[in-house]
Each structure stands twice: as C-alpha cells, then as structure tokens.
C-alpha cells in the first residue's frame, strides 16, 4: 500500500529534482512537492553570484507537485518572506501519511509542522545544519533555548552527513530519530560524465588552454568573501614562488571577481577564472580537474564534495567545511586533506602534497568513487524510506 508523502520546500532547486524524481519511482511512496515559491523557475538575478541565472535542467517534469496560490508573489527566500497561509489547507486536501520539512526558518515551514502536529500526521525535517559555523554568544544561548523545543515537534531527522548529526544530537534530538539521507545531485549528468571524464577533460582543457599534463586544482562556488576565492589566488602565488606548477580553476562568479582577475593579471599567476558555468557544463570541468579545493569559512554541506566525489577527485577542504566527517563525503586521510581556514601555506602544502606524491592522488581518487557510490542516490531513497518506516512503527504504538 502507498504511503501518501508531502514535502514542503521554498522552491524548485536544482540539485533536489532529481531526488523528487527517484522518490517518485519508489512503489511505496505516492510524492507531492509542494512549493511556496516559483523563484528558479525563470531566470532570476543571484545578487551573491553577480549573474542572471537560467538553469539550464528540467526542474519540475518526472514528480507530481504543486504551487501554492501565495507563490507568484513571494521572490526572496527570507525566513518571514517565505509564508503561505494556504500550505494547511492544501496538507488537508492531500491528507498525506508524513510530511518532509525544510528546516524550520521560514514561517510556511512551521505553518506546516503546526498542522501535523495537530492532526498528529508525522513530520519529518531536513537540514543541512552544523556546529563549525562561529556564531555570536547570543545567537548561540538563543538556540539553546529554543532548538530543543522545536526539535521535539518533529518525529524524525534526515541528516546529510556526520556534522549534520552532531548538530541535531547537540540540541537533544535522539539518535534513533536520525536517518542519512546525503543531499542529492544530478547523477545521471555526472555518471555520464565520469565515463566520459577522458573525453571531457581533453575538450574542456582545449577549451581553457590548459596543457594535458599539467596539475589542475578546481574550485566551484560563488566568488563571495565567505567563500574565500582570494585563499586560491594566495595559494597559487605561493606555489608558483616555489616552482611548483598548478593550474587553479575557479568556476563562479560575485563580488570578488573584478578584484581577484586584477589581481591574476597583474602578477601573472596561474589561475583561470571561468566566470558562471551552468550546470549542464559544469561536469566537463570536474573531469579536467586532478582535485578539488574548496576554502569557504562557512559552508554547510557543499555539493561540490558530491560532485567531486562522483567524478573521483580528491578533496582539499578548510576546517569550516561541514561535509568533512568519518562517513561523509570527504573523510580525512581517505580521500580528503583538511587545513585551518584562512591558513594559506597550510592550503599550498595541501595542494603541494598531492603534486609530490602522484600515487597518493591516484589512491584518493578511487577512494572518492568508492565513497560516492556508498552516499549516492540509493541511500538517500533509503534514508527517506527508513524514516518513513520508523514514523509508522512510532505512531501505531501510539
């Protein structure tokens, strides 16, 4: 028998389609998506990124879903922007047997906990939350007063990866409530690509100027102080003053973009940056890649760690990162190396590291495929379907 399932989110994102779409192929599961926004839909202006952005994949065919009446008119993801009174009337039209949440940041995503918690319909939250990030004492004191509270009010957890897990633990939440669920990508893009990663990687470093021998770092994020693009260019300064020849990538653009192709031009170092690169491309140079590098001082759960993960490239990642963990996508000493963020030379000894030592990247490069395919799109089926299990064992002994 099916189990009828709603999942409540801001809007259509890229990289959680394709987990709708799978989840829809499940047997058990009878899927409605149901969005508060149409922001993604059409092309948008990314403030942080500095681009138009029109993603070039299909963000809505192969799921049942649904636009709240409210959506035309909400265009910024804010916590109070986000609010649709209507999300309760349509949970009670649909009369689902679980529900999945965002979070609990946007008043439509506690509209919704409210109205399972009144029909005692369970509900389930995800999130992709962690203790790295530096927050003030007061923000901190303010969530050990009401994370605990909120926390109760949902019956089961996906979590995304270890620091996830810590996070939810920290604020009280049992770990029987918790089910890994890895935040998804386009994996039919990206295996495609990993079979034809020779293939790309010649066209993609044609493209670039790129020589085929030559060491080639990657970054993809938006170039925005947070993420800390400005550490590559260092690094890259750094190594080349030592003799040591890396080509840096960098995919994204924002605030920091005029600043740091100043700055590339004038010194003449060895970086490339490609500006915005739509998803559709994007994996072309994953495979023109020998390993990723990702700086952030605050980044949750990039899905550039998927991504490299799926393509079998090392990771090199700051301490900030919230996918570094011992069952996560980048596990230190197996297929990731992690340095203090901010510390430049500690990042070009990194990079350094695996330019010596060529059978040491091969060796984490297989061991990046083989963790992909533990965390791929199966374990996130699972994890929903597991949590959807233990929601109806709790509430039968109810």
Not at 57 to 82: C, N, Q, W
Not at 89 to 99: Q, T
Not at 132 to 161: C, E, H, S, W
Not at 370 to 378: A, C, G, S, V, W
Request: a positive charge.
């Amino acid at each position: 028998m099916k189990r009828k399932l709603v999942i409540v989110v801001s809007h259509p994102i890229q990289h959680f389609a394709p987990f709708y779409r799978a989840l829809a192929k499940e047997p058990e599961i009878d899927l409605t998506v149901v969005f508060c926004s149409r922001i993604g839909v059409k092309p948008y202006f990314d403030k942080a990124m500095n681009t138009m952005i029109s993603w070039k994949m299909d963000l809505l065919g192969g799921y049942h879903h649904i636009f709240l009446p409210e959506a035309d008119k909400i265009i910024r993801t804010s916590p109070s922007s986000v609010n649709n009174p209507s999300v309760t009337a349509e949970m009670g039209r649909i009369k689902p047997d679980a529900v999945l949440i965002y979070g609990y940041n946007y008043i439509t995503s506690l509209r919704a906990l409210w109205w399972c918690r009144r029909r005692k319909v369970p509900a389930m939250m995800i999130s992709d939350s962690e203790l790295k990030t530096v927050r003030t004492g007061q923000m901190n004191r303010l969530k050990d007063l009401a994370l605990p509270v909120i926390l109760r009010q949902y019956n089961a957890f996906l979590t995304v990866g270890d620091c996830n897990e810590d996070y939810l633990m920290h604020y009280g939440v049992p770990r029987e409530k918790l089910f890994r669920s890895p935040f998804t990508i386009d994996e039919d893009l990206y295996q495609k690509a990993y079979k034809e990663r020779v293939m790309l990687r010649e066209r993609v470093r044609g493209e670039l100027g790129i020589a085929p021998d030559e060491v080639v770092a990657l970054t993809v994020g938006k170039l925005s102080k947070r993420k800390r693009p400005s550490d590559v260019v260092d690094a890259a300064r750094a190594l080349k003053a030592k003799g040591l020849e890396v080509r840096f990538v960098l995919v994204g653009n924002g605030e920091e973009l005029e600043r740091l192709s100043a700055i590339v031009e004038r010194e003449d170092l060895p970086v490339i940056l490609a500006g915005f690169i739509n998803v559709d491309v994007l994996p072309g140079y994953y495979a023109a890649a020998d390993m990723i590098v990702h700086t952030s001082e605050r980044d949750p759960h990039p899905l550039v760690t998927c991504e490299g993960t799926c393509i079998a490239l090392p990771l090199i990642l700051s301490d900030r990162v919230g996918a570094v963990g011992p069952t996560d996508s980048a596990r230190p000493g197996e297929n990731a190396l992690v340095f203090p963020v901010g510390d430049v030379s500690a990042l070009a000894e990194r990079v350094a590291e695996l330019v010596h030592a060529p059978n040491r990247l091969l060796a984490m490069s297989v061991r990046s495929r083989e963790i992909f395919e533990e965390l791929d799109m199966r374990r996130s089926v699972r994890g929903i379907c597991d949590a959807m299990a233990y929601c109806t064992r709790e509430r039968s002994r109810l």
